[in-house]
């Protein structure tokens, strides 16, 4: 190695030697997140919430109507229209002849049944649980209650953790659990 190269290694080797020393003072220690103690530890706890459900219920509704059965010509009428002169007198229309007809009607008509789709919606609330990661203090982690199952409900598995993490007892009932 040349001497010219000495300075620049020995600059770049006191770099090195601050850049834990301002890592560590970036990091910043665990505190409880209820009470601001400075001594906490990492818990898992269970945390009921409640979301809102949308439901589609289809269904079926009936509604009778008649077809008549071959109807015939009774009779063709022809009249004239727009005889009469523009009431304002500002405007010339020439008359114009139109037809139409009278039906007989057969006296046999059917019914029938046509059935229509028909769409119910329903919004419910259910509960809904996750797992919370939090830092405690042993004061207030011995406060902290967890969330109170309904009955029936299977608790969701908790996350994956490292071991110095510690995981809050779920109850699944009114009793506290210590």
């Known amino acids: ?43 898992c706890r269970l945390e009921k919430d409640e979301k809102k459900i949308t439901i589609t219920c289809w269904g079926i509704q009936d509604e009778d109507f008649c077809v008549g059965g071959p109807n015939s010509i009774a009779c063709e009428h022809e009249e004239c229209a727009c005889e009469e002169p523009d009431p304002a007198g500002k405007a010339c229309f020439s008359p114009k002849k139109y037809t139409w007809r009278e039906w007989y009607f057969n006296e046999c008509p059917q019914m029938f049944t046509k059935r229509k789709l028909m769409k119910r919606t329903f919004t419910k609330k259910v509960p809904t649980y996750k797992w919370v990661v939090e830092d405690l203090c042993e004061a207030c982690k011995s406060e902290t209650k967890t969330a109170q199952l309904d009955p029936g409900i299977a608790v969701p598995p908790p996350p994956k953790l490292p071991a110095d993490v510690k995981i809050l007892q779920v109850s699944a009932s009114d009793e506290e659990v210590e």
Do not use: N, Y
């Open 1 to 43: 190695m040349s001497k010219r190269a000495w300075p620049g290694l020995a600059a770049m080797l006191m770099m090195l030697a601050f850049v834990p020393a301002v890592w560590a003072g970036d990091r910043h220690e665990c505190c409880c997140a209820q009470c601001g103690c400075e001594v906490a530890t990492k818990i």
